[in-house]
Structure formats: structure tokens, C-alpha cells
């Protein structure tokens, strides 16, 4: 009972403004960090139990379902006329087993169900906290959140904003629209997503490790650990989450006829419906893992932008290519 009152309670920390907000303080946002981190370790520790508990089980559905499959495959292709005893006798068999292994595939996924459930609620916890400690982050406040409150205590009359520097819940008056296609070629107006960085695959190229081409549309780049992601053009967030192979998306719409999708962040500093300046902070490349490898698929920033839905190269539209 416990743990389902634990991950309950975790609704209504969830249902905190994550980047911050005009009514809620440091303190506020400190004490949600260490709630959610205190209720992202419980519910871990139940999932590793449930794991243990449930090893076999988890072998059986797995294995279960691609029989199922198979034998789902050899009764739509077997035959119904011209049969032998044998034959019919046969397919007879073929039923039941299939009747009763979809019986006890059911009373598995119930009894898995409390470990879905949790595994379910252990991505959106840790996607949680990290986006309110990239926040935190962002505005120069401990990520510890044992740090981060005895930091909010501090006198401070005259505080400003909580969002990071050039993030707003408003458009702003002085924010451009993205030009048409021949006028951004020529004035090149946006500027790389990263201050440090290596062109890994220019656009178009082809990867031998991306046979579907998901990633052909635009350019990879390498980042230090812990580099901040910056918003290339004033625009609205309309997208922040972990996307299939992109990992953490973001996408950002520009006034005009722009379109920004970076993927490949650790953690965002900005949430769905807001308004970025250009080199506003998105969030996180991913911290140093103490390896020598500093090109891993961890610090790689996938960065692909688009003008009325034609794919442009984004090199070919940065004025200055040191992001300075």
C-alpha cells in the first residue's frame, strides 16, 4: 500500500511548474527537486524489487508473445479444406495450446502490471527532476537541492525572474520573424546551438549506422560534457521530450516560416509553451562519465532546421560560425 501511495504523491509534485514561474520562489522549487528526488529513489528501489521478484515471469511473457505471434502467422496461413483426421486433429491441438497460452499471457500481464506501472513512473520522475535541476542550473542555484534551499533563504529583495535568461511565458515585442528562404540565406540569422563544438556529419551525409535516415535531415555535432544547448532563433517551444531515437527533443517554432529541432540533451532548462530568446538555454549536453571517450553518443546534439517545411542546412544559414 505504501507504494502506491508514493507514487500517487508523485502526481501532485509533477504538477509543478518545472521552469520556474512569477508566483513560486527558489525555496518552492528547491523543496519540489529534493520531494520528487526522494519519491524517483523510493519508487527505483520498487522497481528493483519487482524485478527480482519477477525475473521469470518477465522470460515467460517475453517468450510467450513471440510464440503467440508465430502462432497466430501459421493460423492465417493454414489450410481449411482437404484435410486429414490427423491434419484436423492437429490444428484442434494447435488451438488449445494457443487458447491456453493466451490465457496464462493474460494472468501474467496483470500480475506484471505493478512493474509496468512503476517503470513507467521512474521515466517520468527522473525526467522531472532533471529538468528542474537543469533550471536550477541555468539560474546559477546548486543542483543539490539540500544546497539550492539554504541558498533560497538568503536575503534577497531584489530578485528577479525565476525563468533563465531570455525564457519567457510570453512572446516579447522585440522578437524577429524568421525571413523567407532567400533573404535568411543571405542574412544568415541564426547562430549554432553549442559554443563548443565539431561538425561529426554534415547535412545530407549519409551514416552507415543510420540506415532508416532519421538523422540524414540535418547536422551532427560533437559538445563538451555539460555544455548548454542555446535556442538559434527567438521562437516558441512547442516541443520537450523524449522522442524514439532522438532522445531528448526539443522543437521550436519561429515566427515566419522557421522551424528548430535539436535532440540529443541530457535535460532541459525550458518546458512546453514557452518563449525562447536566440541564445536562450535549453538545457544540458550530458555530464563527463570519467571516460576517455569524449565523442560518445551521450555529448552528440543533433541539430536540423526547416523553412516552410523544406529542409535547409543549417550552416548555410549561421552568420557567425564561432557562436560568439
Known sequence: ???????????ALLALPLAG???????????ALLGLTTQLKDAQMMEAQLNAQTTSLQAFRAHGLALASK??????????????????????????????????LDAAMQQLEPLDAVRVRVRSLNDAVETLRSALMMEGLSSDADAAITASRRPNPSAGPTL?????????SDFRAF????????????????KQYEVLRAFGV????????????????????????????????????????????????????????VSGLHSFAISVGDWVRQGAPLGLMAPSTGGSNSTTQA???YFEFRIDQQLV????LVGSITNE
Do not use: C
Open 71 to 104: 502462432l497466430s502467422q501459421q493460423k492465417a496461413t493454414s489450410k481449411t479444406t482437404g484435410l486429414s483426421a490427423t491434419d484436423l486433429q492437429a490444428q484442434a491441438l494447435g488451438r488449445y495450446i494457443a487458447l491456453d497460452l493466451s490465457l496464462s
Open 21 to 31: 514561474g512569477s508566483e513560486e520562489t527558489d525555496e518552492q522549487r528547491a523543496r
Open 1 to 11: 500500500m505504501r507504494a502506491w501511495l508514493i507514487l500517487a504523491s508523485s502526481l
Open 179 to 194: 525571413p523567407p528562404l532567400e533573404q535568411a540565406l543571405d542574412q544568415k540569422p541564426l547562430v549554432l546551438p553549442l
Open 206 to 261: 549519409e551514416d552507415p549506422k543510420d540506415p532508416a535516415g532519421v538523422f540524414l535531415k540535418g547536422i551532427l555535432l560533437t559538445a563538451p560534457a555539460n555544455a548548454t544547448v542555446f535556442a538559434p532563433f527567438d521562437g516558441k517551444i512547442v516541443y520537450a521530450t523524449p522522442y524514439r531515437s532522438f532522445g531528448n527533443l526539443v522543437v521550436i517554432e519561429h515566427e515566419g516560416e522557421g522551424a528548430t529541432l
Open 313 to 316: 542546412d543549417p550552416l548555410a
Open 299 to 301: 555529448n552528440r546534439l
Open 164 to 172: 533563465p535568461e531570455g525564457v519567457y511565458r510570453q512572446p516579447q
